[in-house]
């Protein structure tokens, strides 16, 4: 066999593969998909997710079933289609992903609606197109479901055009909730007003559990260097303020061992490594927040990562 035969050779085994591949996954999604309609309780087949090379294909395939007439259909396919997309080289793949799951804010289903906006959230900036981040700022409004996770993205994305609707929502009465996170929404867009209200919130709150459970995770949304150094202020403290993790034992320790793990996955060459899913890879957390208080000392002028949610 020459080179020439021998290359096509290779080049036509690749496509049949390829084509036996894409039809593989593609029944697999089809007949997940219609079987789900008498049987909820079926396993999404997980080998469709293993298909990088077809994921184009896949998306085409689900778009259909997310306006189907049964709830259960549409909420599978979402999901799905939120699982192609997230882990998906593909620009395209990931754009078309963020297209669907911004329309799907707007159905019926409290629930469906609910599960798009927090889906959105691990997507890049560059996963939205121009049109998606105008479709996503007319959804901020007080009748669409689960407003705050929509308005927090909303912050995320940064649009000059979702201002006046996020001033709206903040001075509305809905409940808190929403209106705090208009407000951190705005700090995220670098609002002074809504970072001052936030400051000036901290500054009489006391520091403990609540605070670092509940409220630091909004903290660290917002991606601000003043916000910033209010949590470097938690970790440099010596106050044993907050419970120990072990569930069998009362004593305090330092509230920073947990601030320090919000803050490891937003801020760049942090001396704590984390995996893939942003958790901490520490085995001595003693010494890990000592290292980290002399990072913090010898950069004062770290970078913040603001191009993840």
């Known amino acids: 066999m020459n080179k020439y035969n021998y290359i096509y050779s290779t080049i036509l085994l690749l496509l049949l593969v390829s084509n036996g591949y894409t039809q593989s996954s593609v029944q697999d999604l089809t007949g997940y998909l219609t079987a789900v309609r008498s049987d909820n309780t079926k396993s999404v087949p997980t080998a469709m997710f293993a298909d990088n090379q077809n994921e184009a294909v896949l998306i085409q395939t689900v778009t259909p079933y997310l306006s189907d007439s049964l709830d259960i259909v549409r909420r599978k396919a979402y999901y799905i289609t939120k699982r192609i997309g997230e882990k998906s080289a593909d620009l ?20 469906i609606s609910g599960y798009n906006s927090n889906a959105l959230k691990g997507f890049d900036k560059a996963d939205f197109s121009q049109s998606e981040r105008e479709a996503l700022g007319s959804f901020i409004n007080p009748q669409t479901p689960y407003l705050d996770q929509v308005v927090k993205l909303a912050g995320y994305i940064g649009e000059e055009s979702y201002r006046n609707g996020l001033v709206a929502i903040a001075t509305s009465e809905v409940d ?26 901290l500054r009489q709150a006391p520091i403990n559990d609540d605070l670092v459970y509940d409220v630091v995770p909004d903290l660290i949304y917002t991606r601000q260097g003043i916000v910033f150094k209010f949590l470097e202020d938690i970790i440099n403290s010596d106050q044993a303020s907050c419970l120990s993790a072990d569930p069998d034992s009362n004593d305090k320790i ?15 060459d942090f001396p704590v490594a984390v995996d893939e899913f942003g958790d901490v890879q520490v085995d001595d957390f003693e010494q890990a927040l000592v290292d980290v208080r002399a990072w913090f000392t010898a950069n004062p002028n770290y970078k913040i990562d603001s191009n993840k949610y």
Request: proline share 3%; net charge positive; with cysteine.
């Open 254 to 268: 330092l509230c920073g061992y947990r601030v320090m793990e919000y803050l490891a996955p937003v801020i760049e």
């Open 92 to 111: 395209q793949v990931r754009q078309q992903t963020v297209a669907l799951l911004t329309k799907g804010i707007g159905d019926s289903d409290r629930g």
């Open 176 to 201: 808190f909730s929403i209106r705090w996170a208009s407000r951190l929404a705005r700090a995220r867009m670098g609002d002074p007003a809504s970072i001052d209200y936030i400051m000036r919130k």
